[in-house]
């Protein structure tokens, strides 16, 4: 099992980017494509911060209900 990250900052970006994902009626599976697809990893524990930020600004800013207008 992956260490979760050490960065003060990783549980608040994990709980906002779980709320996101739920606003958006995303699975977990879902979030898993979207990750390997653009950052080449299946967890958010293997992001670093900035990734995780840039994660969190994707699902703030999408409005469909499904990743990449599947």
Do not use: C, I
Not at 13 to 19: G, I, R
Not at 30 to 52: A, F, I, N, P, W
Not at 55 to 70: E, G, H, W
């Amino acid at each position: 099992m992956t260490e979760k990250p050490t960065y003060p900052n990783f549980d608040n970006l994990v709980n906002q980017t779980d709320a996101e994902m739920q606003r958006l009626g995303w699975t977990e599976l879902q979030g898993r494509e979207h990750l390997m697809k653009y950052y080449g990893v299946r967890s958010r524990l293997l992001l670093t911060e900035e990734e995780l930020d840039n994660f969190l600004l994707y699902l703030q800013l999408t409005d469909s209900p499904t990743p990449n207008n599947q």
